[in-house]
């Protein structure tokens, strides 16, 4: 079970993380090297994946691909507060937010980091704080690491599901790794100059 960091604390986490079935798939290549993720506006699943997904009772987070797909059947545990959503790093934010009057209805919405060598779910939570206006609990999983923290945050990140085989006090320990950063992101919008009184 992974460890949950929310805020800046180590807490019990009360959602359940249901996810696709586990694909063996050819591996592609561009450019002749091989590509080691999902591109862009690939599939998630199948329509029959999708409908075999089994979800649980309580608070699930399912992929958004199971919530498009399976829309009528989950609106009422929406509704409800007990639905969340997880995107893949490859999907795009524009398609979830299309999926319903207010994004805002999911009290979690997750972004999937496959690798640590994929930094597309980095994009894919200023868009969803910047852009869309999501002001609910912005939670990384898959593959976050404790040198990935502080840059979460700054992205809008404000809960983090740490691998298993790492130690959440270090993975918070993180979080500070700097003290005043330059430029202005999701955490803090305006860049060192403008923070900065200066004396003439």
Known sequence: MAKLIRGNAVVSDEWTLVALPVRDEPVKKQAGKAVLFKLTGEA?????????????????????????GRHAELTARLAAGQL????????????LAA????????????????KFIDGRGFSV????????GYRNELRAIGDVLRDQMFFFKRCGFDAYALRADR?????LAGLRDFSDPYQGAVDEPRPLFRRVARSA
């Not at 329509?47 to 009772?57: K, L, Q």
């Not at 939570?125 to 869309?132: A, K, S, T």
């Open 44 to 68: 998630a699943a199948t329509d029959a994946e999708v409908a075999g997904v089994g979800i649980p009772g309580g608070k699930v987070i399912v992929p958004m691909s199971v919530w498009l």
């Open 84 to 95: 969340g959503v997880w995107l893949d790093s490859f999907e795009e934010p524009e398609t």
């Open 99 to 114: 999926s319903l009057h207010d994004i805002n209805a999911f009290r979690v919405i997750a972004v999937n980091f496959p």
């Open 125 to 132: 939570g200023r868009l969803l704080r910047e852009r869309f």
């Open 167 to 171: 130690d959440a006090q270090d993975a």
